[in-house]
C-alpha cells in the first residue's frame, strides 16, 4: 500500500515542485517505487522529469473530469522506479467544471485510490493556490510536506496553510497528518536565513524536517535538462539534501533497517 504525501503551500516559488521531482527520485533510487501526481496546471513537474506538456494526449484531468483509468495515463520516466501521472494546462478549467460536481472534494483520492497497491509511495505536486485541486490533493492524501522558503514572507503564508489544514482534517480527511515543515532556499551566507531556520524550528520542534535545502545553481539547472537532480549530478550538494530528505521520510515511517531506538548514540559527558 502506498503512502500518500502531499507538497502544498499556497505561496509560489517555494520549492514545491523541486521538492517533489527531487524527492520522488530520491526514493525511486533508494528502491522504492514512486509516482508523482502532478496537480499543477503550470506542469512543470511533467516537463521536470523530461516529458513536454503540449504533447500529453490525457492528463489528469480526464482522471478528474471524464472518469479515465489511471493507469492508462502513467508515463515511466528515466528515473529508476520513478513514474508519472502528468498534468495539462486544460486542468485550469477543471476548477470551474468540479464545482457542479458530486463529491467533488473527494475525486482525486477516488482515482489513487486504484494505484496504492502499485507504488510504495505517491507524491502529489499542488498548484500555489488553495483551490479546489489543492483541497483534492489534500483529501487524497495520508500526510503533507510543506516547504517553506528562508524568508520573512513565507512564514506569514504559513498559518493560512495550517488553517486550511484544520479544516480538511475536521470535514474531510481525519487520517491527515503534517510529514514535516521543508525549509528550502537557504543560503548559510544571509542572517535573515538563519533566523527564519531558527524561528521554524522554536515554534514548531519535531514537525521541521533536520534536512534543509541549500540554494544550489545545479538545482536550478536540472529541469532545463528535463532530469532529476540525482540524474543531473549525484554529488551536488542539492542531491545530497533531496537524498537526506528521503532517508529522514523513511526514518518517519520505520521503513528503515535501523530501529528508532538505535538511531540514538549517546554521547558521555567529557567527550
Known amino acids: ?111 489513487l485510490e486504484k494505484l496504492k497497491d502499485d507504488y510504495d509511495f505517491i507524491i502529489i505536486d499542488c498548484s500555489p493556490s488553495l483551490g479546489l485541486i489543492t483541497i483534492n490533493s489534500l483529501t487524497a492524501a495520508d500526510s503533507v510536506i510543506i516547504p517553506v522558503q528562508c524568508e520573512y514572507f513565507a512564514l506569514e503564508g504559513l498559518g493560512k496553510l495550517l488553517n486550511t489544514i484544520k479544516i480538511v482534517q475536521g470535514r474531510l480527511n481525519p487520517e491527515l497528518s503534517i510529514e514535516g515543515i521543508l525549509l528550502t532556499m537557504y543560503d548559510t551566507r544571509l542572517r535573515l536565513a538563519n533566523q527564519v531556520v531558527e524561528e521554524v524550528k522554536m515554534h514548531f520542534q519535531q514537525l521541521a524536517f533536520d534536512t534543509i535545502i541549500h540554494r544550489n545553481t545545479r538545482l536550478g539547472e536540472a529541469p532545463s535538462y528535463g532530469e532529476p537532480i540525482i540524474i543531473h549530478d549525484a554529488s551536488c550538494k542539492g542531491s545530497i539534501n533531496y537524498l537526506n530528505l528521503a532517508r529522514e521520510v523513511l526514518q518517519k515511517n520505520k521503513l528503515t533497517r535501523i530501529d528508532e531506538n538505535d538511531k540514538i548514540i549517546e554521547v558521555e559527558n567529557g567527550l
Not at 509560489?12 to 524527492?23: H, M, P, Q
Not at 523530461?50 to 528515466?78: A, Q
Not at 457542479?100 to 483520492?109: F, G
Open 1 to 111: 500500500m502506498a503512502k500518500i504525501i502531499t507538497i502544498a503551500n499556497q505561496k509560489g516559488g517555494v520549492g514545491k515542485t523541486t521538492t517533489s521531482i527531487n524527492l520522488a527520485a530520491a526514493l525511486g533510487v533508494l528502491e522504492k517505487k514512486t509516482l508523482i501526481v502532478d496537480a499543477d496546471p503550470q506542469a512543470n513537474a511533467t516537463s521536470g522529469v523530461g516529458f513536454d506538456p503540449k504533447h500529453v494526449k490525457t492528463s489528469i484531468y480526464e482522471c478528474l473530469i471524464n472518469d479515465v483509468e489511471p493507469r492508462d495515463i502513467i508515463l515511466t520516466t528515466k528515473s529508476p522506479n520513478l513514474d508519472i501521472l502528468p498534468a495539462h494546462i486544460d486542468l485550469v478549467g477543471a476548477e470551474i467544471e468540479l464545482i457542479n460536481l458530486p463529491k467533488r472534494e473527494t475525486l482525486l483520492k477516488y482515482a
